[in-house]
């Protein structure tokens, strides 16, 4: 049996059909085409308004490397920078008044270590870590020396516990502290 359909519904059905191939194009090929356009053109955007905070923060390099130097500078003035010929000469400075500190707030120093030394921000930073035993009050003052010291001297962490067997009540107790301290020196001119 066969099917004979009409003029109007063989152009109908042609039509439908040359419809459907035209959406089904639209959807795999030019869809697709106009979202990768709209997508780099948001990208081209974001890209653009990137750029144009870079191109600020470049034009606003000299004025800020100006601050950091008149920083320095202050800082300096200030005796905030330690000065001696090696990182080994400022670690020795930094233990005799660390020791100082310690041994006039009534504690001992049970340790320290060799200084290590860092660049740092465009600085040379030295580190000094103490092992060091006495009441609160040592502690207090060794803290209170950091902190007033001249040039400056920084606390880069530090660690309190107390005594394990420690069981008299009529002396205040003793606490161990283990402290690193920094100093900043000068980055050597290039």
């Given amino acids: 049996m066969t099917w004979t359909l009409s003029r109007p519904v063989r152009r109908a059905l042609a039509l439908a059909i040359l419809a459907l191939i035209g959406l089904f194009a639209w959807s795999l090929v030019i869809g697709p085409l106009i979202d990768l356009s709209r997508d780099r053109q948001s990208d081209i955007l974001a890209l653009t308004e990137q750029l144009d905070r870079l191109e600020a923060v470049i034009t606003s390099k000299p004025e800020l490397e100006r601050q950091a130097g008149s920083l320095q500078a ?17 670690a020795a400075g930094i233990q005799d008044r ?22 740092e921000h465009g600085f040379r930073k030295v580190t000094v870590r103490f092992g060091i035993e006495g009441t609160i009050e040592t502690m207090q003052q060794t803290l209170a020396a950091v902190a007033t010291t001249s040039p400056a001297l920084f ?36």
């Fill in 98 to 119: 660390l020791r100082a500190a310690v041994v006039g707030g009534g504690g001992r120093v049970k340790s320290t270590s060799e200084g290590n030394e860092a660049a």
């Fill in 74 to 90: 202050q800082l300096g003035t200030a005796g905030g920078f330690w000065d001696g010929a090696s990182p080994a000469a400022i």
């Fill in 155 to 190: 606390v880069d962490g530090f660690t309190v516990a107390g005594a394990a067997n420690e069981s008299a009540r009529d002396r205040p107790p003793v606490l161990n502290l283990d402290l690193n301290i920094a100093g900043y020196m000068r980055a050597p001119r290039s």
